[in-house]
Structure formats: structure tokens, C-alpha cells
């Protein structure tokens, strides 16, 4: 599975991006997408994730209800719709799929896109 994630860039706080990410080979309905972020001199964290069959959903709590997931089956890409965009939002942020139900963990997901840079002015 090659996933590519893009979409990234410089808005204000309180402003809005959509990232997405498109995967191609062999992926699967049973997998799990995912959305992490990563800020300079943090870990890797969980953001967002939603299952290709039957679309459910998770978010952190740092970003739900402002952050939304979705797929496109057809496409096989997923999105990251982001809205009120907060400074601390600002990081690199990484798609990544797991042969799992759903799962917060980064260790879980097996294939990861490059990273897309996210930065919120302030």
C-alpha cells in the first residue's frame, strides 16, 4: 500500500484546510485510515481515524469537533477537513493504514504517506 498525503500549508488561526490523502496497491476494506500529527521536538500523535468499510470514526480530543474525517471509497482517498485551526494545530501531518479495527496507536499501522506541513499563524 503506497499512501500520499498533501494539501498542507500556511493559514490564519481560525481558518480552515483540507488535507488528503490518496492510496494506491493493494488495499483492503478491513483497514483502518489514519491521521497523526507530529510537531517539532514531540511524538507522534494520534488525530483522527476512519475505517474503509462502513465508515466509522474516531477523533482525538483535542481536535473533535473541529477536525473531520471521510473517505472516498471510489477514489480510495481519505480526507482530514480542518476548521478553526488553532496554533498548536501546527505540525507535519502523516496519513497511515492499519490492518486493524480502529486504533489510536501508532505502532498499529503498517503503511505511512511522507507527511504534509500544516502551520497556523497566530
Known amino acids: 500500500v503506497q499512501l500520499q498525503a498533501y494539501g498542507g500549508g500556511l493559514v490564519q488561526a481560525g481558518g480552515s484546510l483540507r488535507l488528503s490523502c490518496a492510496a494506491s496497491?493493494?488495499?483492503?476494506?478491513?483497514?483502518?485510515m489514519g491521521w497523526f500529527r507530529q510537531a517539532p521536538g514531540k511524538e507522534r500523535e494520534f488525530v483522527a481515524a476512519?475505517?474503509?468499510?462502513?465508515?466509522?470514526?474516531y477523533y482525538a480530543d483535542s481536535v473533535s469537533g473541529r477536525f473531520t474525517i471521510s473517505r472516498d471509497n471510489a477514489k480510495n482517498t481519505v480526507y482530514l477537513q480542518m476548521n478553526k485551526l488553532k496554533p498548536e494545530d501546527t505540525a507535519v501531518y502523516f496519513c497511515?493504514?492499519?490492518?486493524?479495527?480502529?486504533?489510536?496507536?501508532?505502532?498499529?499501522?503498517?503503511?505511512w504517506g511522507q507527511g504534509t506541513q500544516v502551520t497556523v499563524s497566530s
Open positions: 497511515a493504514a492499519g490492518d486493524v479495527f480502529i486504533t489510536t496507536r501508532v505502532t498499529e499501522y503498517d503503511y
Open positions: 476512519v475505517r474503509w468499510s462502513g465508515g466509522s470514526t
Open positions: 496497491g493493494r488495499t483492503s476494506g478491513r483497514y483502518v
